[in-house]
């Protein structure tokens, strides 16, 4: 069965820093999502992207963070200084059109130290 | 802001029991997805309800989607260990590509 691929699977960075998480969607998938987990709360939705733009942001998605897709496969999110209150789990998502259910990856735990 | 609370946060009970645990709102969603979600792993999708009042059968598991789409419930039949895990159910907003989370229900299920 087709998977959505999250590389890093952890990532522990100095505050300040800045971090690129990298996220490999399905194929013929369509629309790409970027949601975060703190943890033992909610997931909450940070960005959709969809026809090589963002179509959607949270107001959690502020100037710190950008998305790309760089090459047709990849589907990246940066945030160029961290903060502490970065430290989640990271999931990228896709589906192949609207109204369908996603496909999540398995995550990348960031740790800001 | 459209928020969706599951109830109960937590839930225990014995193998072969049955269990509903529900999802409600204010807000209309124009889709409702059940995921289940096990430590470390992203969100895996269970099923998608799309129509007030559907109802939607995985062999042992019962999912409603509430006639005004402000609800839904997940029913399991006769419940096993293997059931053991953390579910989430996530509304789809109208003309909006994402989701809203519910805070989700960790169910155990005991031999």
């Known amino acids: 069965e087709p998977e959505v691929t999250q590389t890093p699977s952890h990532q522990v960075t100095q505050m300040g820093q800045e971090v690129i998480l990298r996220c490999v969607p399905i194929s013929n998938h369509l629309y790409f999502y970027w949601y975060r987990q703190i943890l033992g709360q909610k997931v909450e939705f940070l960005v959709s992207f969809y026809n090589n733009e963002i179509s959607e942001k949270s107001e959690i998605f502020d100037d710190q963070f950008s998305v790309e897709r760089p090459d047709g496969s990849n589907f990246t999110l940066k945030i160029r200084s961290t903060k502490l209150e970065d430290s989640a789990m990271y999931f990228c998502?896709?589906?192949?059109?609207?109204?369908?259910?996603?496909?999540f990856g398995s995550g990348t735990r960031l740790t800001v130290v | 802001t459209q928020l969706l609370e599951q109830s109960p946060q937590f839930l225990s009970i014995q193998e072969g029991e049955n269990l509903t645990v529900y999802c409600n709102s204010s807000?209309?969603?124009?889709?409702l997805q059940w995921y289940r979600q096990e430590p470390g792993e992203g969100p895996v999708l269970l099923v998608t309800?799309?129509?007030?009042?559907e109802v939607k059968k995985l062999k042992r598991l019962t999912f409603q989607f509430g006639d005004a789409r402000k609800d839904s419930s997940l029913h399991i039949t006769a419940a096993q260990p293997g059931d053991t895990g953390l579910y989430l159910c996530a509304g789809g907003i109208q003309g909006a590509q994402k989701l809203v989370f519910g805070q989700g229900t960790r169910l155990t299920i005991n031999p």
């Open positions: 807000s209309v969603f124009s889709s």
């Open positions: 998502a896709s589906l192949p059109q609207a109204g369908y259910g996603y496909t």
């Open positions: 309800v799309v129509t007030g009042g």
